[in-house]
């Protein structure tokens, strides 16, 4: 019996989507409901998290009898997807007989998989509870491009807010980088500054972040405190969202 069926009329939206969640996770559940689908996991290591959730009004068609966990592994169904094209449907189900998930994709060619689905082991994480004093509203490109460049000298990275820039800074013993992005610029859509904020992250975190969800969005907003975890969320369609929380590193003065 198909207790949830889904389809998209853009295949390779829903490729990039789970690539952005697969940077985090390799295991996880879809929670579906007759709402829509909702995903929250944490890192192996516990320094990230992803929240994501798409509403019924944001697939093309959407049926969902009841409440669902349908944990898959995501770099599997990303191997089956991996060719997906803009111009292709996706359309998928979950039969509760078989636990298994199907995909059907139809272009100029119509190919059927099926996904074995896998036994779910975790609780939801909550959603972290902190006061942010900075955001910062950009272009995903821009974004990508400023921390790409800061990946090159070092692991960690440090951003700042004062009342009308923000800041990327890092640094070795023997090299720095420096970037400002000026409120008002072509770059920053948007910055609301309660408190000028500053606090240091890994790189490698939140480079992966960055680069995989400018493939699913092109608008990012990001808000924090000072030493406090960042959150990274991604516009996306029909009031639907994709954001992580990304656990600062704590350097002494």
């Not at 979950?94 to 994709?105: A, I, M, P």
């Not at 689905?117 to 975790?122: A, I, P, Q, R, Y």
């Not at 820039?165 to 023997?174: A, I």
Request: proline residues 4%.
């Amino acid at each position: 019996m198909n207790l949830f069926q889904a389809s998209l009329p853009d295949a390779r939206l829903w490729r990039n989507i789970l690539t952005a969640i697969s940077t985090l996770v390799e295991e996880a559940d879809f929670n579906t409901s007759p709402e829509g689908i909702k995903l929250r996991s944490m890192d192996p290591s516990h320094v990230a998290m992803v929240d994501f959730e798409w509403p019924k009004s944001a697939f093309e068609k959407f049926t969902c009898s009841e409440m669902n966990k349908i944990r898959v592994n995501i770099g599997n169904m990303l191997k089956l997807l991996k060719r997906a094209k803009s111009d292709e449907t996706l359309e998928m189900s979950y039969d509760d007989s078989t636990k298994k998930l199907g995909l059907l994709l139809k272009g100029k060619i119509t190919k059927r998989f099926t996904l074995p689905t896998l036994e779910s082991v975790e609780e939801e994480a909550p959603t972290p509870k902190i006061t942010f004093n900075s955001k910062v509203k950009m272009t995903t490109e821009s974004l990508r491009d400023v921390i790409e460049d800061a990946q090159s000298i070092s692991d960690n990275v440090r951003l700042e807010t004062t009342v009308d820039k923000f800041l990327v800074s890092t640094s070795t013993e023997l090299s720095s980088a420096n970037m400002e992005i000026e409120k008002g610029s072509e770059a920053m859509l948007e910055m609301d500054i309660r408190e000028p904020s500053k606090a240091t992250f890994n790189l490698n975190y939140l480079a992966n972040i960055i680069r995989a969800g400018s493939g699913a969005s092109e608008i990012v907003t990001m808000e924090f405190s000072t030493n406090m975890p960042i959150k990274v969320e991604f516009e996306m369609p029909q009031q639907g969202h994709l954001l992580y929380y990304l656990a600062p590193r704590i350097e002494a003065e």
